[in-house]
């Protein structure tokens, strides 16, 4: 069950670019709201750091273990009021782009021993995502939704 969770429900298992993987499978779940994105959020990572401590060692942060991509990814689509397509990809790039490049503090996270290097860099990454994506809207209305 631990490594179902992990892989969210197999996601990370696909090639190439699991952690791709990884955010692209909650995207439909946009279509929720804010609040049912940040519930989820919120409920996935309590689920990834439950299934960290029963499949990851120590130091590790293998590509399969996706369940902290769901989580940020949707941490970023929570600060989305509506679900549009621009909107909704816009979240993604932002959000793989500061997973990837892991600018401070999202390397300060990933940094981090255990459980909590895993699960931390892709929250905040989802943070920062949410954070530009409610700057943006405040700034040119309408832009994306």
Same mark, same amino acid.
């Given at each position: 069950m631990a490594r179902l969770v !992990? @892989? &969210?429900?197999?996601?990370?298992?696909?090639r190439p670019a699991p952690g791709t993987w990884g955010s692209a499978v909650v995207l439909p779940l946009a279509l929720l709201g804010p609040l049912?994105?940040?519930?989820?959020?919120?409920?996935? @990572? &309590?689920?990834?750091?439950?299934?960290?401590?029963?499949? &990851? @060692?120590?130091?590790?942060d293998p590509?399969?273990?996706?369940v902290d991509e769901g989580a940020g990814m949707l941490l970023a689509l929570a600060a989305l009021p509506v679900? @549009?397509?621009?909107?909704?990809a816009l979240a993604?790039?932002?959000?793989? &782009?500061? #997973?990837?490049?892991?600018?401070?503090?999202?390397?300060?996270a990933d940094a981090q021993p255990g459980a909590t290097g895993v699960?931390? #860099? #892709?929250?905040?990454?989802?943070a920062i995502a949410a954070a530009a994506l409610?700057?943006?809207? !405040?700034t040119v209305p309408g832009v994306i939704g």
């Open positions: !992990a @892989t &969210l429900g197999g996601a990370g298992l696909l049912p994105c940040l519930a989820l959020s919120l409920l996935l @990572t &309590l689920a990834g750091f439950w299934a960290a401590s029963r499949v &990851l @060692t120590e130091d590790e590509g399969w273990f996706v679900p @549009t397509l621009a909107g909704v993604f790039v932002l959000f793989r &782009l500061l #997973d990837i490049a892991k600018p401070w503090p999202v390397s300060w699960m931390l #860099d #892709d929250l905040l990454a989802g409610v700057l943006l809207q !405040a």
